[in-house]
């Protein structure tokens, strides 16, 4: 079943299946420049993507992406993010164009663990409305 990214929540688990594009792309000083930070989106909200290795060379702004078995999870020093991970799989769709919003920024949104169920976070306030590695263009 694919989610649209409004609909995604952090989880240790890799069952994210999804589309998006990416809007923009960011190197990171870490892993000696094989690691980067994109700014993806779909119709419905947009969220901050890791890229690995390869990956980092293979997607640039533009693509679209289809993602399967995706994780969304807290990484140090860089927040929620969505990720391929060890399981999943993120490869280029064939589409040429895809409808997409900035903002609601689903990894800037604050989560905490649901007081009915801890292995579940629901939302609970919003850092920023816009990505603060990617923010608009004025």
């Known amino acids: 079943m694919q989610l ?10 890799n069952n994210i299946n999804t589309r998006f594009i990416i809007l923009d792309k960011a190197k990171s000083p870490a ?7 994109a700014l993806a989106a779909d119709e419905t909200a947009a969220v901050h993507i890791q890229l690995w290795g390869d990956e980092c060379d ?3 702004a533009g693509d679209i992406v289809k993602l399967t078995n995706g994780i969304f999870s807290y990484v140090r020093n860089s927040g929620l993010i969505l990720r391929a991970g060890k399981r999943g799989k993120m490869e ?11 903002t609601p920024n689903i990894s800037e949104i604050q989560w905490n663990p649901d007081p009915e169920n801890p292995k579940r976070y629901i939302q609970s306030g919003v ?12």
């Open 4 to 13: 649209f990214l409004k609909d995604i929540v952090p989880a240790a688990q």
């Open 31 to 37: 892993a000696n420049g094989k690691n980067c930070i």
């Open 58 to 60: 293979a997607f640039e």
């Open 92 to 102: 280029k769709m064939g589409e040429f164009t895809v409808a997409f919003v900035e």
């Open 127 to 138: 850092v920023s409305a816009y990505s603060r590695i990617f923010p608009p263009l004025p």
